[in-house]
């Protein structure tokens, strides 16, 4: 038996073990029958990503779910953009934590894309929460705290506070590659689910890791890492999103074999993948 056998035979008889310790440990997403597709960064195959605009996309095309990506402004607002730096998805220049929220609404977010999301600006939390709202939006929202490279003090309180304030017409999950992070969300927000986010994993420690922990939900590793290992798939008794699934060949084999979801760039074609083999399947 290889080593990498072995943890994975280690790893399912350790939950096979906590089945009724905690809830937690069986959980299975609403949508049992079904791989639920996430649009990455809104529809961001035809948008700007993380903008209004990919967003509203995102739910034009009836996506199951829609991930975004959250940092801190230096004014502590909850901003959504994926990197660290607005240079590589803005006209401007800088750090996000070293900038106001009204400067950096100041920065056009969608010319880069196409000259016809000039208009597009960098949204806050807040907008984007009332964009869903306004389109009746019933899906999963996953929101990625962005803490694996800075320290953004607070923002797990700041994000909690405002999730739990309102009754949301849609589910909201969370999810990080930085464990303290999802360790202090729990803490504030603890009816909410919690996702571990893993890269690689060297080993299997990081998957080991948030299998093991009675408070992550769900993990969300890379999808080179788990279609190279599909007996990982197979013996995870926590639901998996794989991100990010862009090739039709990975769709297809995602829904084949019903992981718990997919985070896509192109979720109007994931869904017609999946509705196609629902139909064959019938």
């Not at 600006?121 to 803490?147: A, R």
Request: with cysteine; glycine share 4%; proline share 3%.
């Amino acid at each position: 038996m290889s080593g990498f056998t072995k943890i994975v035979f280690k790893l399912h008889n350790f939950l096979d073990r906590n089945k009724i310790k905690n809830n937690r440990a069986v959980f299975k997403p609403s949508l049992t029958s079904k791989t639920l597709v996430f649009a990455h960064r809104g529809s961001k195959s035809n948008c700007p990503e993380n903008t209004l605009a990919a967003f509203h996309e995102a739910v034009r095309v009836h996506a199951d779910g829609i991930e975004l990506d959250v940092h801190l402004s230096l004014d502590n607002e909850l901003i959504v953009i994926h990197d660290e730096k607005i240079d590589r998805t803005t006209n401007g220049k800088g750090l996000v934590k070293n900038m106001n929220a009204i400067d950096l609404k100041k920065f056009d977010a969608g010319s880069w894309f196409n000259l016809k999301f000039t208009d597009e600006k960098i949204p806050t939390l807040s907008e984007v929460l009332k964009l869903l709202t306004d389109l009746s939006f019933t899906g999963y929202l996953n929101i990625e705290i962005k803490t694996d490279k800075f320290d953004y003090p607070g923002i797990e309180k700041k994000l909690s506070d405002l999730m739990t304030e309102t009754k949301w017409p849609f589910s909201y999950i969370y999810s990080s590659f930085n464990f303290d992070s999802l360790k202090k969300i729990h803490t504030f927000d603890s009816k909410a689910e919690v996702n571990y986010l893993t890269k690689n994993l060297l080993t299997l420690k990081s998957h080991y890791k948030g299998s093991s922990t009675d408070f992550i939900s769900g993990i969300h590793p890379r999808r080179t890492y788990a279609f190279k290992h599909p007996l990982l798939l197979k013996s995870s008794k926590r639901p998996l999103r794989l991100w990010t699934v862009n090739q039709e060949t990975e769709m297809r084999q995602a829904f084949q074999q019903h992981v718990a979801g997919i985070i896509t760039d192109f979720p109007e074609r994931a869904l017609e993948i999946r509705r196609e083999i629902q139909d064959q399947s019938k």
